[in-house]
């Protein structure tokens, strides 16, 4: 531990958006000029920024809470399970794990601090300098996620995050703007929109006219998109519920402005599922929106989540969610088996599933669109895509890349065979070899004339 500059530790757990809260505090403690320790012994203090979305995630951040209380002693609570109360109305973590120095919940980074200060008093003031105008971030230099608002306005059966991080809070349009270019300046070579609902921005703003470097522009999902556009950097668009005026950004992807990549919770297909799930959009002609999407941008990239095993799911309902599945050829698909969340209401629909059920209904759903994926991919070979580098391995010629098909860590790779060297956020144009269940084989379309002009 430090004796003279305070060292604070981070486990962050959970979704980008509980990244991003992470990335605020680290920003702001830089500021005032607390240094950030890489392991629990390096740290006077350790802050855990916990998820608390499934049975799963929350038994994830108990574990992290207690082993970083073995480790190091000090620990303070944030995030969505610090946000939870017993039913008996206290502290879900205080309640389990009374030793920690302090509890709060989500997009609370003011309440972090304090605590921080109180058990951890303020170094000297540092000068400016040491944090950068787009703050400290925990992802890759060249890609970055950017939070546009935080809270939802719908109350899905199966979801307690309204409950935890409130009703939807869009963020100023100007503020949004900054930000990215702030992380273009840094050298981010691309922008991963996030939020609890991206498409419902600004709704509670009744999309107020705002300004972004002086322009006069609209609290909305249309503009915000027009302004990324500018920056001339891959921005692409996450958790996009599908209302009517989604149908209004994919010219903006034909055109280039974003990338053609779309993240849509769809979770079911049928009706009777849908309404029990209470899901937003629910009515909408899915499979009709999809192939209007195609007809205007052919090559948008179309990914999703499903649920499996909802209560009272029958097998004839599964089935027709197979159907929906095999239609609408979506090219990235995630499947859950459904999981109960303490205080969810889908927890008072009659007709639970078994565990095996469940996980059955899963593994066959993933089956279905593992083929359709094998199939998609397979269309690829030939084709001439532009990449963007995330590593290199140079000892064994590979450059791991993704398309614009591809996002961080949830979607496939794109591996480059090269003799070149190439750099993290480098954008290489290849030619696609080979194609396996997620991803692809390529090389630089220069390949050739790379070799034969530098022979071994």
């Not at 990549?261 to 909408?284: G, T």
């Not at 669109?369 to 030939?382: A, H, P, T, V, Y």
């Not at 140079?394 to 003799?419: H, M, Q, S």
Request: a negative charge.
């Amino acid at each position: 531990m430090s004796d003279a500059i305070p060292v604070v530790g981070f486990v962050s757990l959970g979704c980008p958006k509980a990244l991003v809260d992470t990335e605020r505090i680290v920003t702001e403690l830089r500021a005032r000029g607390y240094r950030v320790g890489r392991t629990y012994h390096d740290a006077d203090l350790v802050i855990v920024n916990t998820c608390g979305f499934i049975d799963a995630a929350v038994e994830e951040s108990l574990q992290a809470i207690s082993e970083a209380l073995a480790e190091n002693g000090r620990v303070i609570v944030c995030g969505c399970l610090g946000g939870r109360t017993d039913v008996d109305g206290s502290n879900y973590v205080l309640k389990r794990l009374p030793k920690v120095l302090g509890v709060t919940g989500p997009d609370s980074t003011d309440e972090v601090l304090q605590m921080v200060e109180a058990h951890l008093p303020r170094p000297h003031e540092p000068w400016g300098e040491l944090v950068p105008n787009c703050g400290v971030r925990l992802t890759p230099k060249h890609y970055a996620y950017l939070k546009i608002s935080e809270g939802c306005n719908h109350h899905c059966a199966f979801c307690i995050i309204p409950n935890l991080r409130g009703q939807l809070v869009s963020r100023p349009i100007g503020s949004i703007v900054t930000e990215a270019e702030n992380l273009k300046a840094a050298g981010v070579k691309e922008l991963l929109v996030i939020s609890q609902d991206t498409a419902a921005y600004g709704v509670d703003t009744r999309y107020s006219l705002q300004f972004a470097n002086g322009r006069p522009v609209r609290t909305r999902m249309l503009d915000l998109c027009k302004e990324l556009g500018r920056l001339g950097i891959w921005t692409r668009l996450h958790y996009v519920y599908p209302y009517p005026h989604v149908d209004d950004i994919i010219p903006l992807m034909a055109e280039g402005l974003v990338l053609p990549y779309l993240d849509v919770p769809f979770q079911h297909a049928h009706p009777r599922v849908l309404k029990a799930m209470k899901r937003p959009a629910s009515a909408e002609k899915n499979l009709e929106r999809i192939a209007a999407w195609r007809a205007v941008c052919p090559d948008i990239t179309i990914r999703s989540t499903f649920i499996a095993g909802f209560p009272g799911e029958t097998e004839s309902e599964f089935e027709y969610l197979l159907d929906f599945l095999r239609e609408a050829r979506l090219d990235r698909v995630g499947c859950f088996a459904y999981s109960p969340v303490e205080g969810a209401q889908a927890n008072d629909i009659p007709g639970a599933l078994p565990d095996e059920v469940r996980e059955e209904r899963r593994r066959r759903f993933m089956e279905v669109q593992e083929e359709i994926s094998r199939e998609k991919l397979r269309e690829k070979i030939g084709r001439v895509e532009q990449v963007i580098v995330d590593e290199m391995d140079d000892e064994n010629g590979l450059a791991i890349c993704r398309t614009k098909a591809d996002a961080p860590d949830i979607d496939g790779k794109c591996y480059v065979e090269t003799l070149q060297h190439f750099e993290p956020g480098d954008f290489v144009d290849v030619r696609i070899t080979d194609s396996e269940e997620h991803d692809l084989v390529a090389e630089p379309t220069n390949e050739a004339e790379f070799r034969a002009a530098n022979p071994q």
